[in-house]
């Protein structure tokens, strides 16, 4: 299962279009088996980072010695991949899906993220049901305060609704959050 962008909108199929490869470099060797939450949020941190003048396509953000963390708000979690993986197991724990599994946790999406890019710098999921992005943006404030080696911190806001009856919504925004700095670069 892809991702590419059509009428501005992301769209899962099978493989992912060309601007999307042209974007990361390469695409992960566990891209098909990742959540589409998780696939969205790399894409969406590689816009920020591009965006940013932090990332070069195709380098690890750890080789180059920048310590970046990841805080991610969140609302729901990995509430609709567990429920998921817990209708995976209707015939039986042993016909559990295994690909959904490791999905069953809020910090996979950001971790994924995290090992793309080579972020060294802590990653995390928070929970707030008012103001997800605002709480994760003070949670990384903090810990630029108490953690004088990063380099900055990334925060972000992320969650994938299914509403009955609906079509599911994935929801990603993202912001640079720097050392003494306003500055902000948000993309959602």
């Known amino acids: 299962m892809g991702l590419s962008e059509k009428n501005n909108k992301w769209v ?16 992960p060797g566990r891209w098909g088996r990742m959540s589409p939450l998780s696939r969205l949020l790399i894409v969406e941190t590689a816009y920020l980072l591009k965006e940013d003048g932090i990332f070069v396509r195709g380098q690890r953000l750890s080789e180059t010695g920048q310590k970046i963390g990841l805080i991610g708000g969140t609302k729901r979690g990995s509430l609709r991949t567990d429920q998921e993986f817990i209708a995976s197991m209707a015939d039986g724990p042993g016909l559990a899906s295994p690909s959904l599994f490791g999905y069953t946790l809020p910090n996979i999406p950001l971790a994924e993220a995290a090992s793309f890019f080579g972020l060294t710098g802590p990653v995390y999921a928070i929970f707030d049901t008012r103001n997800p992005l605002e709480k ?5 404030r903090r810990l630029l305060l108490m953690q004088k080696k990063l380099t900055l911190m990334l925060a972000c806001e992320f969650d994938h609704y299914d509403y009955r009856g609906q079509q599911e919504q994935l929801t990603v925004t993202i912001t640079v959050v ?6 902000n670069s948000d993309l959602s």
């Open 178 to 183: 720097k050392h003494n700095a306003d500055h």
């Open 12 to 27: 899962f199929e099978d493989q992912p279009d060309q601007h999307i490869i042209s974007l990361l470099g390469n695409i």
């Open 136 to 140: 994760a943006v003070d949670e990384a």
